[in-house]
């Protein structure tokens, strides 16, 4: 049977968790490549023993550093010869509450979030070719004004103006640059603060969103696979909101993705 993806090769930062190891999984199933990137080993390994170690490479890497993002791009080329996806995922949340944050608090999630999407482009580009797709995460949070989310809110405000730059950038060459957009999503992130916690917040949440519940990272990976295939092959420099309707009803309370 014919994927969407056949025969496309993808990277994805971040690919050993949450929404990229549910991307990852749903590119497998569509017939593509996968070098899915993290900085944990162990979830690395348990995230190909899950994928598929023949369709799966993983590169233990920061997102941070420009050499890793450009071993990352080449493992691609290196093992599967091309390279056509790019889903920049690699990201983190924090509180960054005024007058009770540190510095290097608040500049950690700019330099993860917002330099790290940028090295990974950086080095990916010079690969793609015409038909490639990139693919950026920003927040309904760059627009809602979450209590205590600053520095969050501020990256992903910055990536949906990277995600404009890099289109304008890249359309003479017929590469396509789109960002999806989640709302709150039910991730792994979620079960650090406790089930008691975390049910609360989940509760919280769902009566701000339209559709009442958090999002599923397959939910958030659909959408994804629709903006990396060539069904999506005229959409260049969007953002595609999967927030179920929150984006425009301020969050009370903290959220993560």
Do not use: C
């Amino acid at each position: 049977m014919m994927g969407k993806l056949n025969g496309k090769v993808a990277l994805i930062t971040g690919g050993n968790s949450g929404i990229g190891l549910a991307t990852a999984k749903r590119f497998v199933q569509e017939g593509a490549k996968v070098v899915i990137t993290g900085r944990n080993q162990a979830s690395l390994t348990d995230a190909v023993n899950e994928l598929g170690a023949e369709n799966v490479v993983a590169v233990q890497a920061d997102a941070t550093d420009p050499a890793g993002a450009e071993h990352a791009a080449r493992t691609a080329i290196e093992r599967y010869g091309r390279l056509d996806i790019v889903f920049a995922n690699a990201g983190i949340a924090g509180n960054t509450p005024l007058g009770g944050t540190k510095p290097e608090d608040f500049e950690q999630i700019l330099k993860i979030n917002v330099s790290g999407v940028f090295y990974t482009v950086q080095a990916a580009a010079p690969h793609l070719q015409a038909g490639a797709s990139i693919i950026l995460v920003g927040s309904v949070l760059a627009t809602t004004g979450g209590i205590g989310r600053a520095a969050y809110a501020a990256s992903k405000g910055a990536v949906s103006s990277m995600a404009r730059v890099f289109a304008t950038e890249l359309s003479p060459r017929g590469i396509r640059v789109n960002t999806v957009v989640p709302g709150a999503t039910k991730t792994p992130i979620w079960g650090a603060s406790g089930p008691e916690q975390t049910a609360q917040l989940e509760a919280a949440l769902s009566r701000s969103i339209p559709l009442g519940r958090l999002g599923d990272p397959e939910e958030i990976a659909n959408a994804v696979l629709f903006l990396a295939s060539d069904e999506s092959s005229f959409v260049q420099a969007a953002e595609l909101q999967v927030d179920g309707g929150a984006d425009g009803a301020p969050f009370a309370a903290p959220i993560y993705r």
